[in-house]
């Protein structure tokens, strides 16, 4: 029986990237061995941790939702035991109705944006610009083929300081 599990875990704080992508390549390893799904994975990054493990104030905090069963948190448990890159790991099960929720609440917001999505291609049809001509701005100063959702994400322009001498 297939049920819904979080495994968070502390690396240490002097692995690089890759040695972050062999334990995650090891983890997703054991689960597709044993049919077993990653839901999604949550890299909190580098933080101060509560107490001090072996020598180090810092750890790499990682947290992954997977849909396994308890023989595959049986092997993932001694796999993360014998590493060592981590220095604390915990495997929870996640609440069935907490979960069903969660998923519910995904899916009711994707049907949510491909409906938007569906709208404004079918009420805006999208004007192809010639090569080499600039398209043209609104009134805010963007181009005006930017939808609303693409314009949150323009970053600021960057205004030098004038105060600065050289």
Do not use: C
Not at 83 to 89: F, G, P, Q
């Amino acid at each position: 029986m297939k049920r819904d599990y979080e495994l968070g875990f502390i690396l240490n704080p002097e692995v690089n990237e890759e040695q972050t992508g062999a334990v995650l390549t090891r983890i997703s390893q054991v689960v597709a061995d044993h049919d077993g799904q990653i839901v999604r994975v949550n890299q909190w990054g580098r933080r101060r941790m509560a107490y001090p493990i072996e020598h180090h104030r810092d750890g790499y905090y990682l947290f992954i939702d997977m849909i396994l069963t308890p023989e595959t948190v049986a092997e993932l448990d001694r796999m993360l035991k014998v590493s060592e890159d981590v220095l604390r790991h915990m495997v929870i099960r996640r609440d069935p109705k907490a979960v069903q929720k969660e998923r519910e609440e995904y899916e009711a917001r994707a049907a949510a944006q491909e409906q938007e999505q569906e709208q404004a291609a079918s009420t805006a049809p999208e004007a192809e610009v010639p090569a080499g001509e600039m398209p043209e701005e609104s009134e805010n100063g963007l181009p005006a083929q930017l939808s609303p959702d693409e314009i949150e994400f323009v970053p600021p322009a960057i205004e030098e300081d004038e105060s600065v001498e050289a």
